[in-house]
């Protein structure tokens, strides 16, 4: 279960939390990392889609939207989503032919509403989840001493990992972090 300022910060958000978390294995941390990500990305969405909008970019704005929809079904904002999943669907019908982009503007137009709107609740869905993680007062882990050269040597494995396109740094990051 989660922590009550978890779920009135989901449900104020309109994200269905408990559902994201159980298509990731309930793991938490993983939702924390994709949600900080997905935030950070959606800053920029509004702007690129904008940006293929002026150059009759119907597909690549189809395509952001596709990730929108795919990334924001994942993490449980279902109204971010289904709007995602409409805009997609707008621009598959709009072409270079549509002169005025009127088919592609709605699309576009109502997408970035729909970003603006869940991005607040996302970035408060986040805080409450960080808060959350929090030790409570006087109850913090004692520091584990820094060895830097334990440091260094698995920096260099991982760089060593991500030169091989292993799939092993991702883990590995995890453990070191």
């Known amino acids: 279960p989660l922590a009550d300022s978890v779920n009135a910060a989901a449900a104020s958000a309109g994200v269905e939390v408990m559902q994201a978390l159980h298509r990731l294995g309930g793991n938490l941390p993983v939702y924390q990392r994709m949600l900080r990500s997905f935030i950070k990305d959606l800053a920029d969405m509004p702007a690129q889609l904008q940006t293929q909008l002026a150059h009759a ?6 395509h952001v939207l596709h990730t929108l929809k795919g990334l924001a079904a994942t993490l449980g904002a279902t109204a971010l989503a289904a709007e995602a999943a409409r805009g997609e669907k707008q621009l598959a019908r709009a072409d270079a032919s549509d002169a005025a982009g009127t088919v592609a503007t709605d699309a576009v137009t109502a997408s970035c ?17 960080q808060a959350a993680d929090l030790p409570a007062p006087g109850h ?9 050269h334990a440091l260094q040597a698995e920096l260099r494995s991982i760089a ?18």
């Open 140 to 148: 913090a882990a004692p520091a584990e001493a820094l060895d830097a």
């Open 57 to 62: 970019e119907f597909v690549a704005a189809s």
């Open 160 to 177: 060593e990992q991500l030169r091989n396109a292993d799939m092993a740094a991702t883990d590995a990051m995890a453990t070191l972090q």
């Open 113 to 129: 509403r729909a970003i603006a709107a869940a991005e607040p609740g996302l970035v408060g869905l986040l805080h409450a989840l």
